[in-house]
């Protein structure tokens, strides 16, 4: 049986956040929560987009069962996680910091762009498999170096951990409907590449500025100095977040990408038992 046969498992679980870290979850450091928080700003709004993205496709799915069950479990999985996210930046707006604001930004910055009626559902899909092969990627690292990260707040912890698993465990979804829906050629492969060389620039400079906008709003902290270090070196470290990916951007360029090269399956079964 390949990676690509495995069917998601939603699981409907409820995560109690404890609301007085919501600042200072990851490590006590407000800089890296911030980071993680403004990453679960934008969550909702695109597990919306990708529900609606691949729902788009469903009248095909008929004659391939396999198929038809994975996108069901995909939408299961991801329309929990919008849930828990909302539940989760609810704490942040609670906190007095702007997490529905931020979102209202996404959400204009999608309609504007990606759900606009200029844009076919072709190409929804085609971005779709974007942020579904980013989030898997930053999920398996986020994963493997979290297991030597001490003093995270446990439930925060789970919650991530969770989305991360659910991520990695869908993360071909998308791309076989994609190749069940469009016929090999460089038609298939110009659109698939072309979703990161529109979106990686508005959609990063959102991201940089929700961070920044949550570190404004909480800028009495005495931290900016170290925290800043902190987030730093996590993001552009040698083996950090965006060195440490790179392999897998630029694998997404290869005529043959396969989301399953990187067989990180076996990250599921220890996370499964071990730390949900
Ligand atoms: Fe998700
Ligand atoms: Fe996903």
């Given at each position: 049986m390949s990676s690509h046969d495995l069917v998601p498992t939603p699981r409907n679980l409820h995560f109690d956040l404890?609301?007085?870290?919501?600042?200072?979850?990851?490590?006590?450091?407000r800089y890296m929560s911030h980071w993680s928080n403004s990453l679960s700003i934008m969550a909702p709004v695109f597990e919306r987009f990708v529900i609606q993205a691949i729902r788009a496709h469903?009248?095909?799915?008929?004659?391939v069962p396999l198929l038809s069950q994975q996108v069901k479990a995909l939408i299961d999985q991801e329309a929990v996680h919008a849930r828990e996210h909302r539940r989760y930046n609810d704490l942040i707006d609670l906190a007095g910091l702007p997490a529905t604001r931020i979102a209202r930004r996404w959400q204009t910055l999608l309609h504007h762009t990606?759900?606009?009626?200029?844009?076919?559902n072709r190409m929804r899909l085609a971005a779709t498999m974007m942020f579904e092969h980013h989030a898997a990627m930053i999920a398996g690292q986020e994963l493997r170096t979290r297991k030597n990260?001490?003093?995270?707040e446990p439930r925060f912890l789970a919650l991530w951990n969770w989305h991360a698993l659910e991520e990695i465990e869908h993360k071909s979804v998308s791309f076989d409907l994609w190749r069940h829906t469009l016929a090999p050629g460089p038609v298939r492969y110009g659109l698939r590449t072309s979703t990161v060389l529109l979106l990686s620039v508005p959609f990063w400079y959102m991201i940089f500025e929700s961070f920044l906008r949550l570190i404004w709003a909480d800028r009495h902290s005495t931290e900016h100095v170290h925290g800043a270090w902190r987030l730093a070196k996590y993001l552009w470290?040698?083996?950090?977040?965006f060195f440490g990916n790179s392999r897998g951007w630029l694998a997404?360029?290869?005529?043959?990408?396969?989301?399953?090269?990187?067989?990180?399956?076996?990250?599921l079964k220890p996370l499964e038992q071990d730390r949900l």
């Open positions: 404890p609301a007085e870290r919501i600042c200072d979850w990851y490590q006590h450091c469903e009248s095909t799915l008929a004659d990606l759900e606009s009626r200029w844009v076919s990260t001490p003093d995270m470290g040698p083996h950090g977040f997404y360029f290869k005529p043959g990408f396969d989301p399953w090269t990187d067989d990180d399956v076996a990250l």
